[in-house]
């Protein structure tokens, strides 16, 4: 019987070497965006002196860091970039899988590209198909593997990014059969850090990618892989989701890779916080009652999609009073405050401790569980806002800005990046030349990305 296994490894080696051109484009505006993630996180970030505090680089390494000068590993540049670019919370999301895919991919694949010397057409194709990957193993347990504590994105990122990493270096059917199953045990990353708000989950993607790069380092040493690594109690979909039937949904799904393109589904963020928690912050901005001042407002209630509670609401009176605004990133009641409060959700809104006034108007927010929701094909939101005059407004976000319902262009993703350039310390004509190189050559010269030091 052919394993889910196999069945990867042979999709992924008889994909074509040309995207389609829907594909194509989506996929390197999901590149630039976790390109320009990243280098706002290497200089405005709360991990920007990961690379001077880890290995340093040295000249004779193949692969660049972001906001660094040094040279590295392939797996010492992979963890970094993937915790760079997870940091800020501003990295895209595939809804329905609940997986982040360009944080653990985008550095797997780059790092592969620069060990290699592969060009940029074979990097993008492969990270194409790590999306793939990784999108089919989420939707084979929608909500399975955070339900059970663990982050989606770290767990099957590992995986996926094996199977990048493999496709961008030209590993042929035995290596990479092997990849697959060494990749298994890499797979890590749980939602401990939510009771304290450390910020480990930042690693989590990096971690991934590191453990892709490292899979197919120990299969071209020999290491063999199980081929029934995805199947049984003992399997992935068994360990991590609680699922043994999701083995069967993923190698069902694998019949259309190569001719259904999930990734043209992926969602970018709008703001550097938990994704969920973005159409509750369109929701309040959606409001036409007078809200300028928070001591109009009596009461904002919260209806949370089942499935979203544990990671924006639970427990409640410490989502309302974080002990550090890193913290807040995940925490419903701060961030629709500091929306209240400041007028808009950045970077540098998580920085340090809990703004005070924050804190005060959160203690006016509530919340209750919202059963028929859409989640997590969607996204939505619901609040209702009563003012201490008595009036009151009900608002309903259907889904999140930049999802398949609502997706972004070009104009939009460039927007994004240009904002995060600018944090970086980029300068225009660096800039402006990434974004050529990227959105407009047909075979984009990685070389450009050697050297992104910021000031």
Not at 208 to 237: D, M
Not at 330 to 344: E, H, K
């Amino acid at each position: 019987m052919t394993t889910s296994a196999e069945l990867l490894t042979d999709r992924v080696l008889s994909l074509p070497d040309q995207l389609p051109s829907e594909v194509e484009t989506k996929a390197r505006l999901h590149f630039v965006d976790a390109l320009g993630v990243g280098l706002a996180a290497a200089r405005v970030g709360p991990v920007r002196n990961l690379a001077s505090g880890s290995a340093p680089g040295n000249a004779t390494g193949p692969c660049s860091v972001l906001g660094s000068t040094g040279r590295y590993s392939a797996s010492e540049a992979a963890l970094i970039n993937g915790t760079l670019i997870h940091s800020v919370e501003f990295d895209d999301t595939h809804t329905g899988s609940i997986m982040h895919g360009s944080s653990a991919l985008f550095p797997a694949v780059l790092a592969a590209a620069q060990e290699s010397g592969a060009d940029g057409k074979t990097m993008l194709n492969a990270f194409v198909v790590g999306w793939e990957t990784i999108i089919r193993m989420g939707l084979a347990a929608p909500g399975g593997f955070q339900k059970n504590g663990f982050q989606g994105t770290s767990i099957a990122g590992t995986i996926a990014g094996a199977v990048a990493v493999g496709r961008t270096q030209g590993a042929g059917r035995e290596l990479l059969l092997n990849a697959v199953g060494i990749a298994a045990s890499f797979s890590s990353g749980n939602f401990t850090f939510l009771s304290e708000g450390a910020s480990s989950k930042a690693a989590q993607p990096g971690i991934a990618a590191q453990g892709a790069i490292s899979a197919i380092h120990l299969a071209r040493g020999g290491v063999t892989g199980a081929t029934r690594v995805f199947e049984g109690s003992g399997g992935f979909f068994g360990l991590y989701a609680r699922d043994e039937s999701a083995s069967e949904r993923f190698s069902a799904s694998l019949a259309s890779l190569g001719s259904e393109w999930l990734i043209t589904d992926a969602a970018f963020k709008e703001f550097p916080c938990c994704h969920y928690i973005h159409p509750f912050i369109e929701a309040v901005g959606r409001s036409t009652l007078d809200i300028s001042s928070p001591d109009n407002i009596d009461e904002i209630r919260c209806r949370v999609p089942v499935g979203q509670e544990a990671i924006i609401a639970l427990p409640w009176e410490h989502k309302q009073s974080p002990t550090r605004a890193n913290e807040g990133r995940w925490s419903l009641p701060y961030v629709v405050a500091l929306r209240l409060i400041t007028g808009g959700v950045s970077i540098e809104n998580f920085e340090g401790t809990p703004n005070p006034d924050v804190v005060e108007l959160a203690k006016r927010i509530s919340w209750e569980p919202w059963s028929d929701s859409g989640y997590p094909e969607r996204f939505p939101a619901e609040i209702e806002i009563t003012l201490r005059d008595g009036s009151s407004e009900s608002i309903t976000v259907a889904d999140v800005n930049g999802n398949r319902t609502r997706p972004w262009g070009v104009e939009q993703v460039v927007g994004k990046f240009t904002k995060n350039a600018a944090l970086a310390g980029l300068s225009d004509q660096k800039r402006d030349q990434i974004l050529q190189t990227f959105l407009e050559t047909a075979n984009p010269d990685i070389d450009i990305l050697s050297d992104l030091a910021t000031p």
